[in-house]
Each structure stands twice: as structure tokens, then as C-alpha cells.
């Protein structure tokens, strides 16, 4: 199976992907069941039940608040913030809520039941809506699973067929990946685009990468422009800012010997975004939402491609990242709750590294190989938010993967693309490496920093 870029790069809100975006979504469409069985006039109670990681770290990271509005009809990918934060507070204040935008039912974020030690079997992100009439009558009722990147799936879809390509341009590993390229003589990017080219013109395709690209840059903007403290009780301070005044300073010409600070400026100020709950475009997921924009930042400024045609470097950039990012959401996962970090980061750097790898003129041996290296040193890593928070130590992360990426593409293209670990095995490895990690390492905040660092200590 090939999954869209466009599944894979969605704009939405803050703070996570999984915690906030998903369970927004699944709410709304629970809200579309209801008004396709015409039985929102009946509701008069409505259940939530979190379980598995979004109980354990839901508070953390917005998800009891993402339900809700999920409920009154919100997607994460039109609503705006100002919109947001005025319905939650009209919400907090008359612990009521507007199902469809219109019915009035009484819920508040703390009476959303949560059950952090329950696991549903399919994924560690699970959550059942139930509706009932005023006499405890029950309408309807569906689990969902948030399953990593605002992806939302109920038990019965996720045992059908996946959409397969035609015309032999679909891959389900990176030897075919590699295999399509080689027989018709395309770029990584342009397998992509072919297979996107399946069910959208040309026209659309690039006008919805370069929209994509747009949101990252707007978010990267807004991060540097505000200061202050972010939400939570780390008492995270805001650094993007001041970062951005003292390096204009120092670079106002933007010399490369400066590119690094900025790779890291852009990681850290769309980091910053996300975690005050802002716009962003998930990359593959909003935790490891800087990433891709720091290191395409770095492709179109300090590449000569980029300088010479920033849109075209944007599109095949996200294209190939793309091609990647389908590989790991569909042969292991990009769920912090499911696999740790690594494949959060981890994925997100190995797309990075593969789409700046082309941009500098790899064949396609060498990107596969840049994106292998980029998660072959990321393997392992720990999901373990403090406090719940997408901040410590989320927001640095993705700063330090964002220049991991640029590194292993690099050192790819010093290469001739051959290597002896290939793509394939170390997605395997990074899936199994999950699959054997403790929960407590899995967005559970149960172990690692988020109980080793107190947080009444914690300074930035």
C-alpha cells in the first residue's frame, strides 16, 4: 500500500497528533453518524471513555478539550484558534456542550472518564462515544483508535483492504519503492507524484504541497513573533523569539556558516507553536511537527536548487519525504504511544533526510540511503513527555533530528548508495524495537524523564 502525502501532511492543531488531532476527528465524525442516523434531537447524554495512553497523558495534551470540540462538529484542520479558545471557554463556564454546533448536552472535560492501566486490544489509543436518550436509552455507540499522525480508524476499518495504486506505481517496502523508480526512470518524488497523480491533477497536487508549505512557514513565523510562557505546569518558557532577534543580528546576511542556528530556530519555534495548541501541519505527526519544516527550510535557503526555485524545491522535497513517510505508517507506526519516539522523530528525520537528500542531487539509492541512516541512529528512543507535556523534551528533539537529518543525508550523498543496512530492515527493526520497548517509555509519561525530573525544578 502507498498512503497519500496528503494523509501524511495535514494541517490541524496542537499539541499532538494522536492526543488532540485524532480524537477531535473521531468525535466529529461520531457527530456525523449521529446527523446520518437523524438522531441528534434524541441525545441527551453523551459518554466519553479514554483509555490507554490518551487517559494517561489526555490532560497534557488537550485531549478531553479536543473531544469536546470535536463534538460540537469542529475538524482540527478548519478551526482556528481565536475559535478554539472562545468555545472552551464558553464550555468551561457552562459545562455544557453544542452537539452538531446546535444540540445543547451537559459535558465538561473532567467528567470524560479515563482509564490509563485499560489497553484495548488494537492500539493504546483508544476511545468509546456513547449517546443516549434522555430515559438511558442508547442511541449509538463506536470505538475509535487514534493510531499516530491524526490518523482515526474504528475496530471494523482497520481489518479492511487498504486503496492500492494502479498502473504498478503503489510500494509497500523500499525495495519496490526503489524498483517502480528504477523501471520507469523516475526520481523518488516523481514515483510520488505519479501515484498522487491517481486521483488529483497535477494542478492540485502542487497547489496543496505548496499550500502545506505555506502553513509551515505561517506556524514558523508565528512561533518567532510570540514570547512568554507556554501552557502547563513546566512553566516553559518561550525561546524562539529571542533566538530569532539575537541571530538576525549576528547573520543579516544569512551566511551558511549560520545555517544550523537557524535549521534550529525554525524546529524550535513550530515546536513552541504546537505545544501552546496553535496551527501546524502534522509531519507526519504534530509532536515531530518541526522537523520537516526546519529541514526544508534548510533545502530552499541553503541548497542551490532552493535558491534557484523554492517552490519546485518544496514540492518534490515533500514529495519524497512523503514516499518515506508512507513506508513507516504502513510497515510499523509512527505512534509515540505505540513504538516510543523514534517513530515520532525517528520518522520524521529519516523523511527529512530523504527529501533533502534529492534536493541536493541523490539518486535514489542515495536518498533511500540517507533516510535509512537518519532512523537507523534514531532507534530506541523513549516517549517520555514530563508532566504529560509536548515540551521537555519534545520541542529540543526536534531541533537535534532536524540537524540528524540534514547529517545523514550528507553523508548519503558522500556515498554511492550502497550501504549494508538497507531502509527495509531498519523500519523492521525500529517496529520490533517498539514492539519491545516497556509502556512506560510509550507516551504513558511513567517512566524516563517525565519521572525522573521533578517538575516543581524544571527550568529553561
Known sequence: MTISVFDLFSVGVGPSSSHTVGPMRAAARFVSDLRALDALPEVADIRVDLYGSLAAT????GTMSAVLLGLEGYFPEKIETEEME???EEMRSTRHIRV???HEVALAEDEIVLHPLTILPLHPNGMRITASTAAGVEIHSETYFSIGGGFVVTEAESAQPPRTATGGLSFGS????LDVAARHGYTISDVMLQFERETRSTVEIYER????????VECEKRGIARDGILPGALRVRRRARDWYLRLDQEDPHRDPAFAEDWVNLVALAVNEENASGGRIVTAPTNGAAGIIPAVLHYAVHYTPAGRSDPDDT???????AGAVGSLYKERASISGAEVGCQGEVGSAASMAAAGLAEILGGTTEQVENAAEIAMEHSLGLTCDPIEGLVQIPCIERNAISAGKAINAARMALRGDGTHRVSLDQVIETMRSTGADMLSKYK?????????NVPVNYVEC
Open 174 to 177: 523500499a525495495k519496490e519503492l
Open 443 to 451: 507516551e504513558t509519561s511513567t517512566g524516563g524523564l517525565a519521572v
Open 86 to 88: 472562545r468555545r472552551l
Open 100 to 102: 452538531g454546533g446546535s
Open 314 to 320: 518544496a514540492i518534490r522535497f515533500l514529495l519524497a
Open 58 to 61: 489526555g490532560a497534557g495534551h
Open 209 to 216: 504541497l505548496l499550500h502545506i508549505r505555506d502553513v509551515m
